[in-house]
């Protein structure tokens, strides 16, 4: 593994000669991600509390848009879906919509879209190179996809608020505790010890990942991305590249790569 203690902000860069405006929609437990690219350019991002109608059309309204994609881990609004395959070239994204790498998953159908559009991000921004997707959200996701691009899986844990929740539920005594940085690996109270098991155990758990899948397949890049990835790579002595927009880009790469298979 690398000791040098670096992460590095991974910055848009071209990837498809279309020009073409996207409209990239991703909704996820809590929140709904939302960004408009054009050809492969981030243009601008916002983030909703709610995807209807209303909030879309005001979004649109007097943008020049030629596509749209959309990915989902909850319902979506029929009128949402509606609108958008009326006025767009449209893709939801699914299980059996086209790609630019091949799905190994044993059941692709089951397969988070998140964890699929950000394993499309992370060969395009490294092709040809094996690579560790790891976002941590409310659970944490481990996606590999390899120098041929293979995405071959990964794994799924909880992460670190869903920890903390699980652990005020299920006992007795032991309060909901709140995340803090810090280091320290030893607590010496009550509060203190939650904390390191539920911060610090998720930190362990990660390093023995990237150690386990180094082991395997020699040297591997290795993004970072979801709400905790700034907190976490703090932590990491090997070099990580941190992308909290990991997964519109896939999704913006996704749109791009259907769009040319119509031409």
């Not at 979004?59 to 959309?70: D, H, P, S, Y």
């Not at 319902?75 to 009326?86: D, G, I, M, P, T």
């Not at 089951?110 to 790891?134: S, Y």
């Not at 155990?201 to 591997?220: D, P, Q």
Request: contains cysteine; glycine residues 8%.
């Amino acid at each position: 593994m690398s000791k040098a203690k670096k992460t590095t902000q991974l910055k848009e860069k071209s990837y498809s000669p279309l020009g073409a405006r996207g409209l990239i929609i991703d909704i996820g437990n809590t929140r709904t991600k939302v960004a408009l690219y054009k050809g492969a350019r981030l243009l601008k991002k916002v983030i909703w509390e709610k995807c209807d109608l209303k909030t879309v059309k005001e979004f649109v309204k007097g943008r020049k848009i030629e596509n749209a994609a959309l990915s989902s881990t909850a319902n979506v609004s029929k009128a949402v879906e509606n609108f958008l395959q009326k006025k767009y070239f449209y893709i939801r994204l699914s299980h059996k919509t086209h790609l630019p790498i091949t799905n190994r998953y044993k059941t692709p159908a089951t397969l988070g879209r998140d964890r699929l559009a950000g394993a499309v991000a992370a060969f395009d921004i490294f092709p040809k190179e094996n690579t560790l997707v790891i976002d941590a959200g409310t659970c944490i996701t481990y996606d590999f996809i390899d120098a041929k691009g293979n995405y071959l899986g990964g794994g799924i844990s909880p992460g670190i608020r869903m920890r903390f929740k699980a652990m005020d539920e299920f006992t007795a005594n032991l309060p909901l505790v709140k995340q803090k940085t810090s280091k320290k690996f030893i607590g010496n109270d009550t509060e203190s010890s939650l904390r390191v098991g539920g911060q610090m155990g998720t930190v362990m758990e990660i390093r023995g990942f990237i150690n386990a899948y180094e082991t395997t397949f020699g040297k591997i890049n290795i993004i970072l991305t979801g709400g905790d990835s700034k907190a976490l790579a703090k932590h990491f002595e090997n070099h990580i590249f941190v992308n909290n927009n990991l997964v519109l880009r896939g999704l913006n790469k996704i749109l791009n790569y259907n769009v040319q298979l119509l031409e």
